[in-house]
């Protein structure tokens, strides 16, 4: 019987482009679209943010899963280390709730409400998870470690992030892409399909904050289909809010001023993912028995490049055993700091080490 399939979660670098690009067919979206310029562009902008070259504010994170075998890219994830600049604010559409009542009519209205907002010192934001479709109920649950790297990573460069940490999720959309809340509200304004605005909002904002009404705007008046999706999560997305709702994110009664997905929120050392993680000294030993299951990640002094692995290992004070096999692999020498995130759920059972 062949051994399972390992992988590693490491810094996207720039020669990963073709592989980001296929990835991309799979989920076309701002943080990781299908276009191979602007991808090589955020593929360079993640390279300098991990080697410390950028401001803070300007930094996005992109991180790959590997297949330890092939070296295949099978999944992506990133952190926008802040939202909201002086060039390009933090855009959203808050979701009031507004009752009318007239006495001479005995009548009485809860009406919806949307009203856009701008941010200039917005949150730092989870972005885009990706996963190759082959690999979705893969017994590793590589959607959770992509999702959870992110926190480790948060808590191991803790200064360089936002006190919020914010999750756009995508709603109820169309099999072909419609967006019925684009069609209803923002294709009002300006004469772009769903698709080319949310392309087009990734380089320059500027257009929405000019077109976009100011005012409050009912949603009573859209129609049902639009109503149906404000706020709410697709069927692609519950498993990630669920993830995030065990986290303590909550939706803000924020919602995107394009699809209508909700955003939700949560104090960033309030997260257990990033409060748990510990900083620990490595000890290149093998286990006594199998520890608990967790990530283990590694920084370069000089900030250069980033890994991660999961494992089960056992800390033992400030130490953390770490096998000769996984030390080569991350190359871990005796004493090196480590990053530990213990929280982690067991994989499927045919992956869990034996006793």
Known sequence: MSAPPTFTIRAARPKDLASLHQLSTHLNSVNLPNNRDYLARLLDVSNQSFGGLLPAEERRYIFVAVEGSSGEIVGSSSIIGKLGTSDSPYIFLDVIEEEKYSSSLDQHFRHLALRIGFSFDGPSELGGLVLDPKYRRHPARLGRILSWVRFLFIACRRELFQAKLLAELLPPLEPDGTSHMWEAYGRRFCNMSYAEADSRSAQDKSFIRDLF??????????????????????????????????LGFRYAKRIDPFDGGPHYVANTDDVPAVADTRALRARIATPAGTGSYGLVGRIRADDSDFTAHPACLSAEGNSLAIPPALAERLDIDEGDELWWLPRLQYPDASLRPSK
């Open 213 to 246: 009404p100011s005012g409050l705007v009912y949603a009573s008046l859209m129609n049902e289909q639009a109503q149906a999706v404000i706020g709410q999560v697709g069927p692609q997305t519950i498993g990630v809010e669920r993830m995030l709702r065990e």
